[in-house]
């Protein structure tokens, strides 16, 4: 079945250092991936997503992505985090074949910036 | 409305009795989803509506769990004879269409806590 890895469960950093954020799927098909991000007390909402194209994709807030085939992973990079970027992070990919556009989610990881 | 809608979003019931969670899709999105987040489990998919049909169900955990979408809008998603277990989350999504190269948007979930 297909699934989605993030390897960190609990990431803590101080303002202005650099995050990466693992996630790897087991689905060796056409896949679509995304980056979700859910702020305190708020719904989830889309980071950046990639469908085709350039691998590396950027999305909002100064967060990016890269999509490497080779290695099943999409992780999520941002070169100088701040406070505000406390949240918790979910990776989902789904099938590039599949007509429900179903997601399926790894297990989220939460991010805590000390000011 | 402006985005996707749930009701309530908190709700305690005792073990036993049934609930029903409530979604507004966003207006003009075919496609509509539930998913479940609970605590050290991440967000599972439930099931899929497209329009008024679910052509995926595999997510249902067992046969208290049941859903529908009317009108191509609204959806209830109904657990009978609540467990502890069933105690998480409850997340809707909706998107334009079923396809996968669209961006799915949450509500804010339901919070089911079963005593």
């Known amino acids: 079945a297909q699934s989605v890895s993030q390897h960190n469960h609990h990431v803590i950093l101080s303002e202005a250092a650099s995050l990466e954020l693992g996630c790897n799927y087991s689905?060796?098909?056409?896949?679509?991936l995304f980056w979700y991000v859910q702020y305190p007390g708020q719904h989830l909402q889309l980071l950046l997503k990639?469908?085709?194209?350039?691998?590396l994709v950027k999305g909002i807030k100064g967060f990016e992505a890269e999509f490497i085939k080779s290695k099943f992973s999409f992780n999520l990079r941002k070169p100088s985090v701040q406070w505000s970027d406390t949240a918790e992070y979910f990776c989902?990919?789904?099938?590039?074949?599949?007509?429900?556009?179903?997601?399926?989610f790894g297990q989220g990881t939460t991010l805590q910036v000390k000011p | 409305g402006a985005g996707v809608s749930q009701s309530p979003s908190n709700k305690v019931t005792e073990k036993g009795k049934d609930v029903e969670l409530r979604c507004d899709p966003i207006s003009g999105h075919t496609a509509l989803y539930w998913y479940r987040q609970s605590l050290g489990q991440g967000l599972e998919f439930l099931i899929y509506f497209q329009g008024n049909s679910a052509p995926d169900k595999s997510g249902l955990p067992s046969d208290r769990f049941s859903a529908e979408r009317t009108g191509g809008s609204v959806s209830t998603l109904t657990i009978q004879r609540t467990q502890q277990e069933d105690s998480a989350v409850y997340l809707c999504?909706?998107?334009?269409?079923?396809?996968?190269?669209?961006?799915?948007?949450f509500g804010q979930g339901t919070r089911l806590t079963v005593v």
């Open positions: 999504a909706s998107r334009i269409r079923g396809n996968q190269d669209t961006e799915a948007f």
């Open positions: 989902a990919v789904n099938q590039g074949s599949s007509n429900t556009g179903k997601l399926i």
């Open positions: 689905y060796g098909g056409t896949v679509n």
């Open positions: 990639y469908f085709s194209g350039d691998p």
